[in-house]
């Protein structure tokens, strides 16, 4: 089978590739952004990092994890990012289906206050806390570069979003809804602020590979697959230059 190459992925998880199902295409990737979603998984992706310079590590606390968080979270992560300049912070976020909400809260800001304290990009997951979402990025994570993890909506909130310098990342997921709305949801998004990712080693129905997912998104933007593939490594670099 031919992979498409050259391709930026803005959300992966490599700590999990190897044991969750793999990533086919990875080889054809050019930048792989690897979040991670607990403490105890910093280290193995700095040494991935460390082995493949595609890989840009990610350091983060996930919403469903709040309660396995260090006491000395900030300190810790601050200390990670400035060990390894090339890296951000992620996958953080909100999740009002999952326990201790305002912990979470209380959690994200104290993250994104470092990553605009040590000036690092952000990537975020975000499912229905889109008001409490705006807010603490209006508060706390201004003036870097914000990642909105596997967005699908709402369109009325992009461009509250795009003006706290937000990138709205989509994933296969997309392909859920009808290609109507794909298109009607593409359009909203400015085309200097798209990327695209695989969630890897996250796997959906309509799509297994990176391959697979820019040749069916590429025409809902009324682009080739090149074209798409050339316009979200642009902007992939700009997050992370």
Not at 87 to 101: A, F, R, T
Request: charged fraction near 25%; glycine fraction near 6%.
């Amino acid at each position: 089978m031919t992979y498409l190459t050259g391709f930026a992925d803005a959300h992966m998880h490599s700590n999990d590739v190897d044991t969750m199902g793999g990533y086919p295409d990875i080889d054809g990737a050019s930048i792989l952004l690897s979040c991670t979603a607990k403490y105890d998984q910093w280290e193995h992706v700095s040494e991935t990092a460390a082995e493949d310079d595609r890989v840009y590590p990610f350091y983060g606390m996930h919403p469903w994890y709040v309660n396995d968080a260090p006491s000395d979270l900030p300190d810790l992560l601050r200390s990670f990012l400035e060990e390894h300049p090339r890296s951000g912070v992620g996958e953080i976020g909100l999740d009002e289906g999952h326990p201790d909400y305002e912990k979470q809260i209380g959690l994200f800001n104290e993250q994104l206050k470092v990553a605009a304290e040590i000036d690092r990009p952000v990537t975020m997951h975000m499912l229905h806390e889109t008001p409490d979402i705006l807010r603490s990025v209006k508060k706390y994570g201004r003036g870097v570069p914000i990642i909105l993890h596997s967005f699908s909506g709402p369109d009325s909130y992009i461009k509250a979003f795009e003006k706290e310098d937000c990138y709205f990342s989509v994933s296969p997921r997309i392909l859920r809804k009808s290609a109507t709305k794909i298109t009607q949801l593409l359009k909203e998004i400015p085309e200097d602020r798209l990327l695209i990712e695989t969630d890897a080693p996250m796997r959906d129905r309509h799509c297994f590979t990176m391959s697979a997912f820019i040749e069916a998104l590429s025409p809902c933007l009324g682009m080739t697959p090149q074209e798409l593939i050339d316009l979200t490594k642009r902007n992939t670099e700009r997050v992370i230059a």
